[in-house]
């Protein structure tokens, strides 16, 4: 499906000290600049994929970072190299679409998106028609995320605006609000792109970063320039009739969409909906003639031989094009003969979907990232294994290694926070909310164990924090 979108150039953006074009402006980490990688749609042909391993390879420290926007990033890179590596991806076609600070990619779909049977629109047809719509549109936070989904009833990930299927033939528009989402409007899947437009065109004015953070007048204004954009088009049967529904029964005009953090869950026995934009690792079957083969990678990093030993595999098995999950891994859709065999990765990628490292997000931490105090990569697996028994009942942890949450900003059954060498506990909360205790390694594996049988709240309770510290503190 076609959709008609104008692109135009945006004015020239103001020179900014060490930027350099085609390559998101690196940011300084402890282990050197990390540089951004945002793949059109999430996907990387194979010669792509070569590209970002060569890059990371030659220009890096050879290791890579996979996010929750189904984007890459190549850690160490130096001032030496930051040119070098813009240009290798450029040529590959992985160079920045903007040079004005906003977001480098504005959308977010499944990595399943274009081949699903259960879609009801052409989701990669209007994930486009938005990026170019958006890229008209000056003074846009960086972080701007719109999610499209096509498959009707879905749950999605947390974002800033949802374009989402309300039914066969109708297309939802909503955006976060400070509770929940603020329903905008319905509209035909040709009309969504103008008045992604004009919403996105009005938040840039609002000033604000994140969606989420504007008042209920804002929101109403936002509506009010959706409804302008769409009324500027020529009417379609569906618009008139939401609005007969509006004038007949405003309460149910709109079934609700379900936008759902689903990153902040955990992994481990999700939904089929939200497995959608999270398929679990291994081989499973999307239709008669096609197969999935999806590996996540252990806390969001790989190396690049690793990413090279994964297009090894693609090419092998006939696959034209490695795809990016939400979940921090790789997609492969395969032919449904192909002889594919996941633990022919298992070295470098969770390759089952029983794995308790799906269920425990962790950020690079130190010495890696200079605002880490703790070896969060390391630390985290001794975690994992101590959390099976909770990664079993679709429950999650999150070991981070400063109060930032980089690796997940939400909150999570168990959330440890790195601070002076030790680890806030927090249960049920987010990095940012205050720990009960802080503890090193050795007594929250301790604590973990004695969870098994009294649970999470209980095995935390701050009353043998002091002993626990005192005991088997270890140095920063």
Known sequence: MSVAAHR????????????????????PTGDGLLARVHPPLGILTLPQARAVAEGARRFGNGHLDLTARANLQIRGVSEATRAPLARLLEAAGLGDTRADGGPQRLTLTSPLAGH??????????????????GLAVARLPPKTLVVIEGRAGAEMPDADAYV??????????????????????????????????????????SGLRRMRDLSPDACDAME?????????QVPSP?????????????????????????????????????????PPAGLTML??????????????????????????????????????????????????????????????????????????????????CASGSTPTLADAASVAEAFRPFAVDG????????????????????????????????IGGAPGDEPAMHLPIEAVLERLGRAKTMGL??????????????RTRRPA
């Open 224 to 232: 009010d320039a959706v409804r302008l954009a769409l009324q500027a």
């Open 8 to 27: 135009r150039v945006l004015p020239e953006a103001p020179a900014r000290r060490g930027w350099c074009p085609g390559l998101s402006r690196p940011m």
């Open 287 to 368: 239709a008669a003639r096609q197969s999935v083969l999806t590996v996540d990678a252990p806390f969001g990093r790989c190396t690049a031989d690793a990413l090279d030993r994964l297009v090894d595999l693609a090419a092998r098995l006939g696959a034209k094009e490695i795809r990016l999950s939400p979940a921090r891994g790789f997609v492969l859709l395969l032919p449904a003969a192909a002889q594919a065999d996941p633990a022919a990765l298992a070295r470098d990628f969770i390759v089952a979907p029983d794995d308790p490292r799906r269920s425990v997000a962790a950020c690079t931490g130190a010495p890696a």
């Open 457 to 470: 709240a209980a095995a935390f309770a701050s009353d043998r924090a002091r002993t626990d510290i005192g």
């Open 116 to 133: 699903d049977p259960a879609e009801t629109f052409d989701v990669p047809a209007l994930a486009r028609a938005i990026e170019a719509a």
């Open 164 to 205: 989402f299927c309300r039914a066969p033939g109708e297309v939802g528009i909503a955006i976060a609000a400070e509770r929940g989402f603020h329903d905008l409007a319905t509209c035909t899947e040709n009309e969504a792109p103008a008045a992604i437009a004009a919403l996105l065109k009005a938040f840039a004015r």
């Open 395 to 426: 429950r999650a942890a999150h070991v981070s290694g400063c109060a930032k949450g980089c690796a997940r900003p939400g909150p999570a059954d168990l959330t440890l926070v790195g601070r002076d060498g030790l680890y806030g506990a927090v």
């Open 238 to 278: 569906v618009r008139e009739r939401d609005r007969v529904r509006d004038a007949t029964s405003p309460e149910s005009a709109h079934p609700s969409p379900q936008p759902s953090p689903a990153w902040e869950r955990g992994h481990g026995g999700l939904t089929s909906d939200v497995a959608h934009f999270f």
